[in-house]
Nanobody, 124 residues
Framework: QVQLVESGGGLVQAGGSLRLSCAVS????????MGWFRQAPGNEREFVSG????????SIADSVKGRFTISRDIVKNTWYLQMNSLKPEDTAVYYC?????????????????WGQGTQVTVSS
């Protein structure tokens, strides 16, 4: 069984940085899409960024473009979200997700596995 474990969330002042990690545990991990979503109170879960596990191609939401960067370590089965120039509106629970090849990046239905979420709070 595949489990995703996020780490790296916390409280930071506006303009600061955080790095989220998502590590996979389990015997077999064959997913191709590696993504990050977030959900703020009262809002729907939204796509933040995704990376193809094998090709390294990426997708990123306009709201975080130029500030957030996604990367992955194939050997470690881990992917990361480097978040710079954080804003109060980035405050949310961040979820990592793993999905099947050919899925649409921003569609949560493309993802089969989800982490438990990690809180990111940006103070003004």
């Amino acid at each position: 069984q595949v489990q995703l474990v996020e780490s790296g969330g916390g409280l930071v002042q506006a303009g600061g940085s955080l790095r989220l990690s998502c590590a996979v545990s389990g015997r077999t991990f064959s997913s191709t899409l590696m993504g990050w979503f977030r959900q703020a109170p009262g809002n729907e879960r939204e796509f933040v960024s995704g990376i193809d596990r094998w090709s390294g191609s990426t997708s990123i939401a306009d709201s975080v473009k130029g500030r957030f960067t996604i990367s992955r370590d194939i050997v470690k089965n881990t992917w990361y979200l480097q978040m710079n120039s954080l804003k109060p509106e980035d405050t949310a629970v961040y979820y990592c997700a793993a999905g099947r090849a050919g899925g649409r990046w921003s569609n949560s239905g493309s993802y089969d596995y989800w982490g438990q979420g990690t809180q990111v709070t940006v103070s003004s």
